[in-house]
């Protein structure tokens, strides 16, 4: 499909051919999830750690008679039941993460990039060039309406356009090959390079 490309002033700078099968599927909300969740589930740490009853530091002696007392029978301190005691099955540090194909996480990256394109948030720009200046980039964006936007760009991001994105509030920029579905489907607006087009069209066939 011919989706129309712009420059960073708002002109326009001709239009490209974006193909079908990444841009024009239907969005599968099931399929987004699955892959949302594998990346946030890789991403967490997993040190959370609770002490057992094996952990605890409290004498091992049993604290009283067992007959007798009238009340119930217990051996050490150490127990659950009391206050203090180790904690039952609570969380170990472990992996959160799971397997997912690289199939699947291509099939999630097609339709992340679909989903935008027919919500209207999709932009295509020339290059992702700047003189290095934070002031004039910000000026641009704020012109062109961007208020959460993603910059994906080429193999490489052009270093002088990422030393004045680097300030700005809401404005992120990644190479082609640090697209995800997760950084695609929190901002608002998903904003392509020409080469970055063909870097996703390359990798994701």
Do not use: C
Not at 140 to 169: C, T, Y
Request: no cysteine; net charge positive.
């Amino acid at each position: 499909m011919k989706f129309d490309v712009i420059k960073l002033d708002g002109k326009k700078a001709g239009s490209v051919e974006l193909d079908e099968a990444l841009f024009g599927l239907e969005p599968r909300a099931d399929i987004l999830h699955r892959v949302v969740r594998w990346q946030r589930n890789n991403a967490q740490a997993g040190t959370h750690k609770v002490k057992t009853r094996s952990e605890v530091k409290y004498s091992t002696k049993k604290i009283y008679r067992q007959k007798g007392t009238g009340g119930a029978r217990h051996g050490a301190r150490s127990a659950p039941i009391f206050r203090g005691g180790g904690i039952y099955k609570g969380p170990v540090v472990r992996s959160h993460g799971h397997d997912l194909t690289k199939k699947f996480r291509k099939l999630g990256l097609k339709h992340a990039l679909s989903a935008k394109a027919q919500a209207g948030e999709l932009v295509v720009i020339d290059t992702a060039d700047a003189d290095g200046k934070t002031a004039a980039l910000a000026k641009a964006v704020k012109d062109l309406g961007w208020k959460r936007a993603l910059v994906i760009d080429g193999a490489e991001v052009n270093e002088k356009f990422a030393l004045a994105a680097r300030n700005i509030e809401g404005l992120d920029i990644l190479p082609s090959m640090g697209a995800n579905v997760y950084d695609i489907l929190k901002r608002d607006t998903l904003v392509l390079t020409k080469a970055g087009v063909e870097a996703l069209e390359a990798r994701l066939k």
